[in-house]
């Protein structure tokens, strides 16, 4: 069975920095692409960055320029932290048959 698991959120002032990860056991089959997504009470879940088997990125245009995001442990590197990015981020890693999501990690950023 498939599980993911993120780490790195938590609370940080405007401006700060925070490095998420994404942490998954069991085994996933034909992995297609991987990525963050996130949500706030009563929006939609939105895509903020995602990352192709074949090196391909995008970005949400919120976060162009201030989040990278890279392959080793889906490691989302989130720096200039505003306070819209406040919210619950959400990994993400979809397999030729089934895309597998985590419990989600909260990102507060507040001063």
Known sequence: QVQLVESGGGLVQPGGS??????????????????????????QRELVATLTTGGS???ADS????????????TLQMNSLKL?????????????FHDYWGQGTQVTVSS
């Open 84 to 96: 819209e990015d406040t919210a619950v981020y959400y990994c993400n890693i979809r397999g030729q």
């Open 63 to 74: 976060v162009k320029g201030r989040f990278t995001i890279s392959r080793d442990n889906v």
């Open 18 to 43: 925070l490095r998420l990860s994404c942490k998954a056991s069991g085994t996933i089959y034909g992995i297609k692409a991987m990525g963050w997504y996130r949500q706030t009470p009563g929006k």
């Open 57 to 59: 990125t995008n970005y």
